[in-house]
């Protein structure tokens, strides 16, 4: 289930959003400080966090800033009661994801949250995913086609699963040793040709002739059919 903390010191406001979220199938939590947020966030991590700026302690932006500086990319949906430009300019410049003034619509609220987990977590991961004659159970690491199963390496399953759960979006070689490969390992970025290769002879041929990974010029690799989680 999708987490979200609510950081909001106004308590009718701040019942008001956690109401509305809960009512759309989030799971939340709310905060009415910055510390209390950060203390929050850290013992049961938000997919996003609704972040007010004006807060009595320790602000929005002080937040924001402390979670970008320990590498933590939680989505952030910024509250403004000023409409500044410069709170905005200076909102988005440290991280913050989209924001809305106040005083909004809980509708739009709601929108906008919907819209940054879309773009931020393009597929839910959903254990079982379908693409064209594919069928992928990730938990099983098993990929089959159509009747078949495809006799994948543990690596080439992960690549693959890395581009099936984004996708129509490009992964750089680099991105992609980063993500399949162990830390300490330094292949080089031809190992991931070669991987890929293997993975594309293994996946056969597409109707049209084209391959189902393409190559995105010298950039790297991107899965372009549709994928669809599997409903039981
Ligand atoms: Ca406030």
């Known amino acids: 289930m999708t987490h979200i903390l609510v950081v909001e010191d106004e308590p009718s406001l701040c019942q008001l959003l956690v109401n509305n979220l809960t009512f759309e199938g989030f799971s939340v939590d709310s905060a009415g400080d910055g510390l209390p947020a950060l203390a929050e966030h850290a013992a049961h991590r938000a997919d996003l966090i609704v972040l007010d700026l004006m807060l009595p302690q320790m ?20 509250l403004t009661a000023r409409g500044q430009e410069t709170d905005r300019l200076q909102g ?8 809305l003034v ?13 819209a940054i987990l879309r773009r931020t977590r393009p597929l839910d991961r959903p254990p079982v995913l379908r693409s064209g004659p594919f069928r992928f159970d990730l938990p099983r690491l098993e990929a089959r086609r159509a009747d078949k199963t495809l006799d994948l390496t543990p690596r080439e399953f992960r690549l693959l699963e890395i581009l099936i759960t984004h996708p129509g979006r490009t ?9 399949a490969w162990e ?17 594309r002879r293994k996946l056969g041929e597409e109707v049209h002739g084209q391959p189902w990974i393409t190559t995105v010029g010298g950039e790297g690799y ?8 599997e409903t039981v």
């Open 92 to 99: 988005l410049s440290l991280g913050a994801d989209d924001y």
């Open 183 to 199: 830390p300490d390992a330094r292949p080089a970025a031809r190992t991931v040709d070669v991987h890929i290769a293997n993975l």
């Open 171 to 179: 992964h750089s070689r680099k991105e992609l040793l980063q993500l």
């Open 102 to 114: 106040k005083p909004f619509s809980v509708l739009e609220l709601i929108a906008r949250v919907k």
């Open 59 to 78: 602000d929005g932006f002080e937040v924001l800033r402390i979670l970008r500086e320990r590498k933590d990319e939680v989505p952030v949906l910024m």
């Open 222 to 229: 991107r899965w372009v059919a549709p994928v669809e989680a």
